[in-house]
């Protein structure tokens, strides 16, 4: 986390960047998250504190973590991937049959899961610029597909007899802190500097910030679109690694639950529908928001219902707070227009 | 240096469906010079701007570069070449800073990696050429729109265009910061380069460029002349064409003792309109002239509940009332909005035309649980098709596949299929053509003469001067007078003009 304020902060104009921070959406949710795990700890007289909690409070934050990065890729350029959960479903399951199947390393079966996903993004992606189909419906076609596939693969068992080596991954925490937690914030910090530094990751908020600028300054729109959606793909790969090395096994509702969360993380993280802006640290909080919700929910052991109850309200009332926010900036901006026209007729 | 010829086009010709936006345009753009580009609205200064520019490829004519044929393919092509453009519309990336927008066209980079230090230096320079001081690392988002503007201008400048073209830049700067992007003009052409400069501000051209060309309905009337030759009359004349300024019409009389269908008393609003004061009476034609960015539709906007009203009364059929969205205005009070963007915002392009028109009557026609009889629905379209003459394959045909006069038509079929008993017309006949144009005046009037209030917003001074019985001008959000119509083009846009360049005589 330290790692990506100091992305966002880098420069000459540190000062002004922390002022803006402190304002934004990712300062309120670092807020409710020190003050909820504090409040948890409290409430749980302390054992929330304590390394095993912390590691299993962790380990399960890296595939919502990568999963709301792959969304927010994709509404970068003002895009939706409805197949987020069934491309990770389908990864998994695809890694899992090759290593307990047909024994392929580990090593080799991660490249071929990662590889796969990035594919079958871009070819979402150029299904949608060659068609000219809206990417909802072609997401929606590609989710329908992957569910598919992934129970061809499954069908109704449970595949878990896979590599050591792949587990041991999944269950490593160096000082209680696991390391597909570790790769979670590493995929993070990699995708803001993207994002914030090189100039593919500019060209692709250029093009979901204002399509008609982009395309008048000679940036392809189209190439964009299938930019984002390799990526997103790439993401949703990684997610499907961390995902296989922590379950005790991958069957076909593996992903079936990532959809929603996906879209919670970016819009509560401050991203907007529209396109054009991302918010790294702000999705990666709000994944440890709603996380923290379920961790709640355990420890006060609240019905699992509750959980999606308060996830929607939160996403509700961060974009109710947001639209107020714009309209009264907006609302300031019109009075500084209308005062300048006046002082142009006194003349 | 100066006097080489930089860009030259001959007959060019730029067909959208149901209009000619250009038809046989010449222009010689030479170095060293300022030249203005005018015409009315619709005329197709815009067009022509984005055909130089690569945005759209010509249909008809040729286009020379140092006198080499070119073809523009694309925006990056023309810029390669060496044109640059400020276009009318916002091309800024809200989220990115200042800097980087100016650099957008070609970021400075470092295999692959953005060098934001190398941004900022080049950014700046562009700012203080235009005498601008802004925070470079500031998200374009937070400025103001003049800022926003001189944005625009500095990424403009950033390219080092031999061509520099100007889609009204100075609309919503202050007067210090127009001087000061008409000192940046000069320096440009000093320094070899050609300024194209498009604006309604007359004074503007005059103080600033020494070359002109005049477009009207799509044709240059005058072509790269010295400015020097011509006086402000001769450039409004040539603009506005007086050929088709008198009309004859059946008489129409307004009754000036009836109660006023819509009255506005000291009206001011949120979107910064301040003391607008004026009344429609039956069967009388209101015209509310003024230049693009007066205030106009916006003020017709906030009437119909789409903005705030802040001040003073808004009386219909003498008693006050405050509406709250067009739906309320229609239902309640029966007034019907014919807008100026019939493509976005009058017709449903993807619809039959008998949805057009029917729309607004739905809830009339619509018996039990909502039920709407599809033979009434088109008994109604039908007969509005007939009484407006809209020329359609059938009914079911898409207002999206109709010219843009007929789309127009529909729209205003709409309205009257709702029996409104106030219609506000806003920029009837922009980009339709003259044929069009005057059956569309003849409806207008018509339907007065038949005792409806109509109030017509128009930038098109000889359709006010056609149609409107009273003037009422309109400037930076205010109402700079009221002219009773004679009906004599010469007078009538005499007095207009001196209405809204003579400001301070005016108020006093």
């Known amino acids: 986390m330290n790692r990506l304020n100091v992305t966002l902060s ?12 402190s304002r934004s959406t990712a300062a309120m949710l670092l807020c409710v998250v020190v003050v909820g795990y504090v409040a948890l700890g409290i409430a749980s007289s302390g054992s929330f504190f304590e390394g095993p909690s912390v590691r299993v409070f962790l380990q399960y934050l890296a595939t919502p973590i990568l999963i709301g990065l792959a969304q927010m890729v994709a509404l970068c350029v003002g895009q939706l991937n409805l197949a987020v959960g069934a491309l990770g479903g389908f990864t998994a399951c695809l890694m899992g049959v090759l290593m307990a199947d047909h024994g392929v390393p580990a090593g080799v079966t991660v490249i071929v899961g990662l590889l796969t996903a990035t594919a079958i993004g871009l070819a979402t992606g150029v299904a949608i610029v060659g068609t000219q189909i809206n990417g909802f419906i072609v997401t929606l076609a590609t989710m329908t597909i992957l569910l598919g596939a992934q129970y061809r693969l499954t069908g109704t068992r449970t595949v878990d007899g896979y590599s050591r080596t792949l587990r041991d991954f999944g269950t490593a925490a160096p000082l209680n802190i ?39 300054s000679g940036i392809s729109t189209d190439r964009q679109i299938v930019a984002a959606h390799t990526l997103s793909g790439l993401l949703i790969g990684v997610a499907a690694v961390t995902a296989t090395a922590s379950l005790p096994g ?13 879209f919670a993380a970016p819009i509560i993280g401050g991203v907007a529908l529209t396109g054009g802006s991302i918010a790294v640290l702000g999705t990666v909080l709000a994944a440890f928001v709603t996380r923290l919700i379920d961790a709640a929910r355990a420890q006060f052991s609240l019905d699992p219902s509750w959980v999606n109850l308060l996830i929607g309200l939160v996403v509700l009332g961060t974009v109710a707070g947001g639209r107020l926010h714009q309209t009264r900036l907006e609302k300031s901006a019109t009075t500084d227009g209308a005062v300048l026209p006046q002082t142009g007729g006194a003349q | 240096m100066s006097g080489t010829v930089l860009l030259e086009c001959e007959d060019l010709v730029k067909v959208f469906p149901g209009v000619r936006a250009l038809d046989g345009v010449g222009l010689r753009l030479t170095a060293g010079s300022v030249h203005a580009l005018l015409g009315e609205n619709g005329a197709g200064k815009s067009t022509l701007i984005k055909v130089l520019t690569g945005v759209h490829s010509p249909d008809g004519g040729r286009l020379t570069w140092n006198g080499q044929q070119v073809h523009l393919r694309s925006p990056l092509e023309a810029t390669r070449t060496g044109i640059g453009v400020v276009h009318q519309e916002r091309n800024l990336i809200p989220d990115f800073s200042v800097a980087e927008n100016i650099t957008l066209q070609n ?25 601008v001081d802004l925070d470079p690392q500031r998200p374009v988002r937070e400025l ?7 944005v625009e201008i500095a990424k403009a400048l950033y390219t080092e265009s031999r061509v520099l073209l100007l889609d009204e830049p100075t609309a919503s700067l202050s007067p210090q910061e127009t001087e000061r992007l008409f000192e940046v003009i000069r320096r440009l052409a000093a320094r070899g380069a050609c300024v ?6 007359l004074e503007e051209v005059f103080e600033v460029c020494d070359t002109v ?11 790269s002349s010295p400015l020097a030759d011509h006086t402000h009359d001769d450039i409004v004349g040539l603009m506005v064409g007086r050929a088709h300024a008198a009309t004859e019409m059946r008489p129409r009389t307004v009754d000036h003792t009836a109660t006023p269908t819509l009255v506005l008393d000291k009206v001011s609003t949120a979107g910064g309109h301040r003391d607008i004061s004026l009344e429609v009476r039956p069967g009388e034609i209101v015209g509310l002239y003024g230049l693009v960015g007066a205030g106009r539709s916006e003020l017709v906007k906030a009437v119909l509940g789409l903005d705030r009203i802040t001040g003073g009364e808004v009386r219909v059929h003498g008693s006050p009332v405050r509406i709250t969205s067009p739906r309320q205005a229609l239902h309640e009070y029966g007034i019907g909005y014919v807008t100026e963007n019939r493509k976005e915002e009058g017709v449903f392009l993807e619809q039959p035309i008998v949805r057009n028109i029917t729309v607004t009557v739905w809830k009339r026609l619509a018996k039990a649980l909502g039920f709407v009889s599809a033979r009434e629905e088109r008994d109604v379209a039908q007969d509005l098709v007939d009484r407006l003459g809209i020329r359609v394959t059938g009914l079911g045909q898409n207002a999206g596949e109709l010219s843009g006069g007929n789309q127009q038509k529909v729209s205003l079929a709409k309205w009257l299929a709702a029996d409104t008993k106030l219609l506000v017309i806003d920029e009837p006949t922009v980009g339709v053509d003259v044929r069009t144009k005057r059956a569309f005046h003849e409806l207008i009037w018509d339907l007065a003469r038949d005792g409806l209030p109509i109030l017509l917003i128009s930038s098109d001074l000889a359709e006010m001067v056609t149609l409107a019985d009273r003037i009422v001008v309109m400037t930076d959000h205010r109402i700079r007078g009221e002219l009773d119509n004679d009906r004599d083009y010469d007078r009538m846009s005499g007095r207009v003009i001196r209405l809204i360049h003579d400001r301070d005589a005016v108020r006093s």
Do not use: I
Request: net charge positive; hydrophobic share 50%; glycine share 10%.
């Open chain 1, 10 to 21: 880098q420069g000459s104009w540190g000062g002004s960047a922390l002022r803006r921070f």
């Open chain 1, 178 to 216: 696991p390391l597909v937690f570790v790769t979670a914030l590493v995929a993070a910090a990699l995708l803001a500097a993207f994002m914030y530094r090189t100039v593919a990751g500019r060209r692709l908020l250029a093009a979901g910030g204002n399509p008609l600028a982009a395309r008048l």
């Open chain 1, 250 to 262: 991958v069957n076909r509702s593996v992903g079936g639950d990532w959809l929603l969360p996906s």
């Open chain 2, 107 to 131: 970021p400075p980079s470092h295999r692959g990696l953005v060098d934001r230090e190398a941004m900022t230096a080049p950014a700046v320079a562009c700012l203080a050429e235009l005498g």
């Open chain 2, 144 to 150: 103001s729109v003049a800022q926003q503007q001189l």
């Open chain 2, 196 to 201: 194209v400069f498009v604006s309604h501000k």
């Open chain 2, 213 to 223: 060309t005049v477009l009207r309905d799509g044709k240059s009337v005058l072509e």
